[in-house]
């Protein structure tokens, strides 16, 4: 991979948990495979007091609970924490930032970085104007002397305004191509891996459309609760947190056309025209569209589980979504009346996203009087965990006559034993690095998965007595989300079942 020019990465909001969990992890294994530039420098900052000492043991820490598939190396670790350092401050003061930009300058002299600066800001997306506002006055986001590019993490906005005045406030300051708007789910392997299986192979490709698929279905689900979040998921909730983002660019990832080329606005172009191709919600059928669930108490392999309203920080009588499932359609020739469902939950069974093509069934039923979809062919795309690619089709079993068993062809990337599989994280950071934007949102992009949402935000803001389905937590969310379903003899696929008392298998 390219090696990155000589830079230093500045994390505002370094104190919290991304930077000490996810980003410093992804740093050091980049570290570690010698992808990271020459010359490399981290400055935290953050509101916090805290020595450079404290700051560096505090990561330190972090890289050994959480580095993904590295060997640890003490040398190097030592080697890496030695680029770490900490710069306290008010974030919200103007006057703050010529201090920032001394202590810039200062690095730039003595480890000769370049004055290129890859700014990330692991905060709040109300933070994200102030932030890019003042490093503008503080002129640290020309990149006349040197190239400036800022991150910004999810989610981009709480609604269509408000992401519309965030890019209007990042424009202000920043080129759309000194933009990253970060989506992880982007990083995963198998969601990139989505388009090569697509555009590189020649038995995939011809049947991707509405002539041969059935319809399609992506589920990101997750068996954690809110981990002591509740103060900050209860202001944002499953559509925001998950839906808007991970699940839509999943989605037009799948659906769009091939590019043209490789290169980042092709790509980027085509998951665009998705987005303006999704047909509209009417206000009036959103309940037909859209199912919201909130977990409730359950015992869980033996631990009880509280109910989501008696987490800690969660209003009591909060009509925050846990779950959140929707059907739409994309109105395009390829995709036209193939219907899209897509679901994302909290304290549900296990932790597995995936993507699931359901092919349309044989013209004609010569082994079964089954005529409906339910033992379709189904093309299922592992994204997390144990990632990899399974088709099912029908075989015949052994013995008289002609009984059709379903069986799998599948891959797993831990197959690959001699290959590092990246985490998301490091392959996203390596891309801002090197200036690549192909797997991070665009501004028109946010916006229209944003416009695509209003219809239900402002269903649910006006009509607040509108039911939200309690489901048992450790269940696959409310019973009636089956209901989605435009075949009453098919099911959403559920693709972990228990395999022991205290277990979960997955089958992939």
Same mark, same amino acid.
């Given at each position: 991979?390219?090696?990155?020019? /000589?830079?230093?990465?500045?994390?505002?909001?370094?104190?919290?948990?991304?930077?000490?969990?996810?980003?410093?992890?992804?740093?050091?294994?980049?570290? /570690?495979?010698?992808?990271?530039?020459?010359?490399?420098?981290?400055?935290?900052?953050?509101?916090?007091?805290?020595?450079?000492?404290?700051?560096?043991?505090?990561? *330190?820490?972090?890289? =050994?609970?959480?580095?993904?598939?590295?060997?640890?190396?003490?040398?190097? @670790?030592?080697?890496?924490?030695?680029?770490?350092?900490?710069?306290?401050?008010?974030? &919200?003061?103007?006057?703050?930032?010529?201090?920032?930009?001394?202590?810039?300058?200062? @690095?730039?002299?003595?480890?000769?970085?370049?004055?290129?600066?890859? #700014?990330?800001?692991?905060?709040?997306?109300?933070?994200?104007?102030?932030?890019?506002?003042?490093?503008?006055?503080?002129?640290?986001?020309?990149? &006349? /002397?040197?190239?400036? =590019?800022?991150?910004?993490?999810?989610?981009?906005?709480?609604?269509?305004?408000? $992401?519309?005045?965030?890019?209007?406030?990042?424009?202000?300051?920043?080129?759309?191509?000194? +933009?990253? =708007?970060?989506?992880?789910?982007?990083?995963?392997?198998?969601?990139?891996?989505?388009?090569?299986?697509?555009?590189? *192979?020649?038995?995939?490709?011809?049947?991707?459309?509405?002539?041969?698929?059935?319809? +399609?279905?992506?589920?990101?689900?997750?068996?954690?609760?809110?981990?002591?979040?509740?103060?900050?998921?209860?202001?944002?909730?499953?559509?925001?947190?998950?839906?808007? *983002?991970?699940?839509?660019?999943?989605?037009?990832?799948?659906?769009?056309?091939?590019?043209?080329?490789?290169?980042?606005?092709?790509?980027? !172009?085509?998951?665009?025209?998705?987005?303006?191709?999704?047909?509209? +919600?009417?206000?009036?059928?959103?309940?037909?569209?859209?199912?919201?669930?909130?977990?409730?108490?359950?015992?869980?392999?033996?631990?009880?589980?509280?109910?989501?309203? %008696? %987490?800690?920080?969660?209003?009591?009588?909060?009509?925050?979504?846990?779950?959140?499932?929707?059907?739409?359609?994309?109105?395009?020739?390829?995709?036209?009346?193939?219907? #899209?469902?897509?679901?994302?939950?909290?304290?549900?069974?296990?932790?597995?996203?995936?993507?699931?093509?359901?092919?349309?069934?044989?013209?004609?039923?010569?082994?079964?009087?089954?005529?409906?979809?339910?033992? $379709?062919?189904?093309?299922?795309? =592992?994204?997390?965990?144990?990632?990899? +690619?399974?088709?099912?089709?029908?075989?015949?079993?052994?013995?008289?006559?002609?009984?059709?068993?379903?069986? /799998?062809?599948?891959?797993?990337?831990?197959?690959? &034993?001699?290959?590092?599989?990246?985490?998301?994280?490091?392959?996203?950071?390596?891309?801002?690095?090197?200036?690549?934007?192909?797997?991070?949102?665009?501004?028109?992009?946010? %916006?229209?998965?944003?416009? #695509?949402?209003?219809?239900?935000?402002?269903?649910?803001?006006?009509?607040?007595?509108?039911?939200?389905?309690?489901?048992?937590?450790?269940?696959?969310?409310?019973? !009636?989300?089956?209901?989605?379903?435009?075949?009453?003899?098919?099911?959403?696929?559920?693709? $972990?079942?228990?395999?022991?008392?205290?277990?979960?298998? $997955?089958?992939?």
């Amino acid at each position: 991979m390219e090696k990155p020019k /000589n830079q230093t990465m500045v994390i505002f909001g370094a104190t919290g948990d991304l930077t000490y969990r996810k980003l410093v992890p992804a740093l050091y294994a980049l570290f /570690n495979q010698q992808m990271l530039p020459e010359k490399y420098q981290i400055l935290g900052v953050g509101r916090t007091f805290l020595s450079v000492e404290a700051f560096r043991e505090k990561m *330190n820490d972090g890289i =050994r609970k959480f580095t993904e598939n590295i060997h640890l190396n003490e040398r190097q @670790i030592a080697d890496f924490i030695s680029m770490l350092s900490y710069f306290q401050m008010d974030m &919200s003061a103007p006057e703050e930032y010529s201090r920032l930009k001394a202590t810039l300058n200062e @690095i730039d002299r003595k480890s000769d970085t370049g004055n290129n600066y890859l #700014f990330y800001l692991s905060m709040p997306p109300s933070m994200f104007g102030v932030i890019s506002e003042n490093l503008g006055r503080a002129g640290l986001s020309t990149p &006349s /002397n040197g190239f400036k =590019r800022i991150i910004a993490e999810k989610p981009f906005g709480y609604d269509l305004e408000s $992401c519309l005045e965030l890019n209007r406030q990042l424009h202000e300051v920043f080129d759309e191509s000194q +933009i990253f =708007r970060i989506d992880h789910y982007l990083g995963k392997e198998t969601v990139q891996n989505l388009l090569v299986m697509r555009f590189a *192979n020649g038995i995939f490709e011809p049947l991707w459309n509405r002539n041969y698929v059935h319809h +399609i279905e992506i589920t990101a689900a997750e068996s954690i609760g809110v981990e002591g979040r509740g103060g900050y998921y209860d202001g944002a909730g499953a559509l925001r947190d998950m839906l808007q *983002n991970h699940l839509l660019q999943m989605a037009a990832l799948t659906a769009m056309e091939p590019p043209s080329s490789m290169e980042a606005d092709s790509i980027r !172009n085509e998951t665009v025209k998705v987005l303006h191709s999704l047909k509209p +919600i009417e206000i009036e059928d959103v309940p037909r569209q859209v199912i919201r669930g909130q977990y409730t108490a359950s015992t869980v392999t033996g631990e009880l589980i509280p109910g989501y309203r %008696e %987490e800690k920080g969660v209003n009591p009588d909060s009509r925050t979504e846990t779950y959140v499932a929707l059907k739409f359609y994309i109105d395009n020739w390829r995709w036209g009346g193939v219907p #899209f469902y897509i679901r994302t939950g909290k304290r549900l069974p296990a932790r597995v996203t995936e993507i699931v093509v359901h092919f349309k069934p044989s013209p004609q039923g010569l082994f079964q009087k089954d005529e409906t979809c339910r033992k $379709c062919n189904q093309l299922i795309i =592992r994204i997390q965990p144990d990632e990899g +690619i399974l088709l099912k089709f029908g075989m015949k079993q052994p013995g008289p006559g002609f009984n059709v068993k379903i069986v /799998n062809l599948d891959f797993h990337y831990s197959d690959l &034993s001699d290959i590092h599989l990246p985490s998301a994280y490091e392959r996203l950071l390596h891309d801002a690095m090197t200036g690549d934007t192909t797997l991070y949102a665009r501004a028109d992009a946010v %916006e229209a998965a944003w416009k #695509f949402l209003a219809p239900v935000q402002a269903f649910w803001k006006n009509d607040p007595e509108q039911k939200i389905h309690g489901y048992p937590a450790g269940t696959w969310g409310p019973e !009636n989300a089956d209901d989605l379903i435009e075949d009453k003899e098919i099911t959403w696929r559920y693709p $972990c079942k228990n395999l022991t008392d205290d277990g979960i298998y $997955c089958e992939l």
